[in-house]
C-alpha cells in the first residue's frame, strides 16, 4: 500500500493574518518603541530652531557712484554696463595693478556686491567686513574702505579706457553702516514643528506594526511549530488524549488518559509511551500509577533513561543480551513494579529488537495487568517504533511549543511505513 509522505506544512495568507493579529500586543510594544525613537529623536533635533530668531550683526563699507549720460542708452542700461564692467577680468587687473594685491579674481569678485537705484544713474557698492574670501580676508574698517576706494578707482579707470571718456563721479565716498539682521534659515514654525514630529512618531508606529509582522511570519514560516492542537491532531491524524497546562498535569488528568487507552478483552493491557521532544519526561510513569491506583498489577518499564545513570539492579540489559537470567523489579507499591535499563551493560546493542526483550514483555503479561513502557525520545532513536510493535496500544506524548510540524509529519509517516497504529497523542501546552 503505497503512503503519502510529507513532512511540510504550509501556512495560508488567511492564517498568517490571523495569527499576526493575535500578536498585536507585540506590535503595540514595537509600535510604541519605534514611534519613541523617531518621535524623540525629530523632536530633539528640531526644537532649538522652534521660533528661534537667530541674529547677526552685518557691517559694510558703502559707496554711492553717479553714472553720466555717456550714451544715448536708457539709465538701467548704463549703470548696468558699469556694474558688469566692475565685475570684469579686466578690471581685476587693473585692480591688482593699482593696489599690487594678491587674490585671484573669483576672491576680487566675491568681495563687493553693487546694485542699481530705483530707475536712477546712481550704482551702489557693498564691502562686507569681517571675512575670509579664500587666501584673502578684510579684518578691520579701515580695510574694507581701502578696497573700496580702490575697486572705485578701479571702475573708473577701465570705464574711461572702454568708453573714450570718464563717466563716474562719487556721489557718496565709503563710509561704514552696521545692520542686525535675523537669519530665517534657521528657525522653523511651532506648528511646522509638531508636524514633523506628528510625522516622525506616525512612522514610528508603521515600522513598528511592519516589524512585528515580518518577524512573525518569518518565524512562523521558517520554524514552523504547530499552532494549535488542532493542527498536531491533523499532522499525527490520531484523536487528542488531552491538552495539559502548567499544573494540570495531575492524577485526574491520567486517570483520564488512563481510561481512553483502557481496552477490555485483553489478559494484559499493554502501552508504549511515544514520547516526541516533550520537556515533561514522566507521563508514562504517571500513567502506570494511574493503573495501579486502580488496584491492577502494573509493571513500569523505563527504556529512556540517561546514558550511564540506570540501576544495574533493577535493570533489564544485563538479561536481554544474555548475561543474566533473571530481574528483579523494584517494587514501588502494592501494585506498582519498575524496571529500566542501564546502557553502559548494553554495550552498543539493541535490546529493543532483540527476541530475548519481545520475550520478556510476553512473560510478564502473564505476571501483571498492564504494562507501561517510556520509550526514548522518537527524534533521537527507532526503539519506540519496535517497542510499538509488541504492544496493543501506543500513545504520543509531546509538547506543543517544542516539537516542530516537520518531527510529527516523520513520526506519522514512519508509523504509517511500518504499520504502527497510534492511538492518540497527549499534549503540553508548556
Keep these: 500500500m503505497s503512503k503519502e509522505y510529507k513532512v511540510d506544512k504550509e501556512y495560508s495568507v488567511a492564517e498568517i493574518i490571523h495569527y499576526n493579529l493575535k500578536m498585536w500586543w507585540v506590535a503595540a510594544i514595537l509600535a510604541i518603541l519605534c514611534a519613541a525613537v523617531l518621535g524623540g529623536y525629530k523632536y530633539v533635533t528640531l526644537h532649538p530652531y522652534v521660533e528661534q530668531e537667530i541674529y547677526d550683526n552685518t557691517q559694510q563699507v558703502v559707496a554711492a557712484l553717479f553714472v553720466s549720460e555717456y550714451n544715448d542708452a536708457d539709465s538701467s542700461s548704463r549703470v548696468n554696463n558699469v556694474r558688469k564692467i566692475a565685475a570684469s577680468n579686466r578690471a581685476y587687473t587693473n585692480f591688482k595693478e593699482i593696489t599690487g594685491y594678491d587674490l585671484a579674481v573669483q576672491e576680487y569678485q566675491n568681495i563687493f556686491d553693487s546694485e542699481q537705484g530705483e530707475s536712477s544713474d546712481v550704482v551702489y557698492f557693498y564691502v562686507t567686513f569681517p571675512g575670509n574670501y579664500g587666501n584673502f580676508s578684510i579684518a578691520e574698517e579701515t580695510d574694507a574702505i581701502n578696497f573700496m576706494d580702490a575697486l572705485i578707482a578701479t571702475t573708473a579707470k ?44 506616525t512612522a514610528g508606529i508603521l515600522l513598528g506594526i511592519i516589524v512585528e509582522v515580518v518577524c512573525y511570519t518569518f518565524w512562523m514560516l521558517l520554524y514552523r511549530k504547530p499552532k494549535n492542537a488542532e493542527e498536531i491532531r491533523e499532522c499525527l491524524d490520531v484523536d487528542v488524549i488531552d491538552v495539559l497546562k502548567e499544573g494540570t498535569d495531575n492524577e485526574e488528568a491520567f486517570k483520564k488518559a488512563a481510561l481512553f487507552l483502557k481496552e477490555d478483552g485483553v489478559s494484559c493491557n499493554k502501552v508504549n509511551c511515544l514520547n516526541l521532544q516533550c520537556p515533561k519526561k514522566d507521563a508514562a510513569l504517571k500513567l502506570a500509577m494511574s493503573y495501579a491506583n486502580e488496584q491492577k498489577k502494573t509493571l513500569y518499564i523505563d527504556l529512556a533513561v540517561n546514558e550511564g545513570n540506570g540501576e544495574e539492579a533493577h535493570s533489564i540489559s544485563s538479561y536481554i543480551i544474555g548475561e543474566t537470567q533473571q530481574i528483579d523489579p523494584l517494587k514501588m507499591n502494592n501494585y506498582l513494579d519498575s524496571v529500566s535499563r542501564n546502557p553502559e551493560a548494553e554495550k552498543g546493542l539493541d535490546i529493543a529488537g532483540n527476541k530475548r526483550f519481545a520475550q520478556l514483555i510476553e512473560e510478564m503479561s502473564g505476571k501483571y495487568e498492564c504494562i507501561v513502557i517510556n520509550s526514548t525520545d522518537a527524534s533521537k532513536a527507532a526503539e519506540a517504533y519496535s517497542v510499538a510493535k509488541l504492544c496493543n496500544k501506543t500513545f504520543v506524548v509531546c509538547g506543543r511549543k517544542t516539537v516542530k510540524n516537520e518531527a510529527l509529519y516523520r513520526m506519522k509517516n514512519t508509523a504509517d511505513v511500518n504499520g504502527i497504529h497510534m492511538d492518540g497523542v497527549l499534549i503540553y501546552e508548556l
Excluded: H, N, W
Excluded at 570705464?159 to 563721479?169: F, M, N, P, R
Excluded at 565709503?174 to 514633523?196: C, G, H, N, W
Design 158 to 201: 577701465t570705464c574711461e579706457e572702454l568708453l573714450g571718456k570718464a563717466c563716474l563721479s562719487v556721489l557718496d565716498s565709503p563710509y561704514v553702516t552696521s545692520e542686525i539682521t535675523m537669519l530665517k534659515s534657521y528657525s522653523i514654525t511651532q506648528d511646522d514643528f509638531d508636524r514633523a514630529v506628528l510625522k516622525a512618531i
